[in-house]
């Protein structure tokens, strides 16, 4: 069965630290990954994505992911943490499959920061 | 044009009531989406607008009953909501029509919904 974890339901980072948020993966082939981010009451907003290639993507807002396939895993990174970097942030696998539309989302990592 | 447009931004109705939620998009999109999220949870798929035709609908009760008038619009019509509707209801639109996955979605900001 197709499914993503994120392990980490809540994470406290202060302000100017480094941030590592992570996420894996059990799909039948690699899916194209996305990092979505979203502020109280907001919507998503879209981070980075990785289809194919270079396994170290850039994204918005200072943000980067790298792709490791042997692990499954597509952790999120931010040199240094930002109090306005404080949100939900949800990994989202979709299977690359034609005709598949259904991106999922993981239960998400809440980032709390702190002065 | 970038975004997502969705109203209203909040929304309170009572279990007898009839309301539509509207979403709109002028990116040339052809996917269109409407998710349900509740507190401290994932967005969940409800709907999947694929060129103005309905592609998958996850098995969501008739009380949500989904249109897509045109390539831009996407609504929802609610009738008879039950006090657990109340979600933030979410609409999201991709260039993925029918075989390319490979695009982000773009959300709205999302209709809050309290159902009294």
């Known amino acids: 069965a197709q499914s993503v974890t994120q392990p980490d339901i809540h994470i406290t980072v202060s302000e100017g630290a480094s941030l590592e948020l992570r996420c894996n993966y059990s799909?039948?082939?690699?899916?194209?990954l996305f990092w979505y981010v979203q502020s109280p009451g907001q919507g998503l907003q879209l981070l980075l994505k990785?289809?194919?290639?270079?396994?170290l993507v850039q994204g918005i807002k200072g943000f980067e992911a790298e792709f490791k396939r042997s692990q499954s895993s597509f952790n999120l990174r931010k040199p240094s943490v930002h109090w306005s970097d404080a949100a939900e942030y949800f990994c989202?696998?979709?299977?690359?499959?034609?005709?598949?539309?259904?991106?999922?989302f993981g239960t998400g990592t809440r980032l709390t920061i702190i002065p | 044009d970038t975004e997502v447009t969705q109203t209203p931004k909040h929304l309170v109705m009572g279990m007898t009531n009839k309301k539509s939620l509207k979403c709109e998009q002028h990116?040339?999109?052809?996917?269109m989406y409407w998710y349900k999220q509740k507190a401290k949870k994932p967005p969940e798929l409800m709907f999947v607008?694929?060129?103005?035709?309905?592609?998958i609908n996850e098995s969501v009760p008739s009380r949500f009953s989904p249109e897509c008038p045109n390539s831009s619009l996407l609504n929802l019509h609610l009738h008879a909501l039950q006090p657990e509707d109340s979600a933030l209801y979410l609409c999201?639109?991709?260039?993925?029509?029918?075989?390319?996955?490979?695009?982000?979605?773009?959300f709205g900001s999302g209709t809050r919904l309290t159902v009294v």
């Open positions: 990116m040339g999109h052809r996917a």
């Open positions: 990785y289809f194919s290639g270079d396994t």
């Open positions: 799909y039948g082939a690699t899916p194209y």
């Open positions: 999201a639109s991709s260039q993925a029509a029918g075989g390319a996955p490979n695009y982000g979605y773009t």
């Open positions: 989202a696998p979709n299977p690359p499959c034609r005709g598949n539309e259904k991106l999922t």
């Open positions: 607008y694929s060129y103005e035709k309905l592609s």
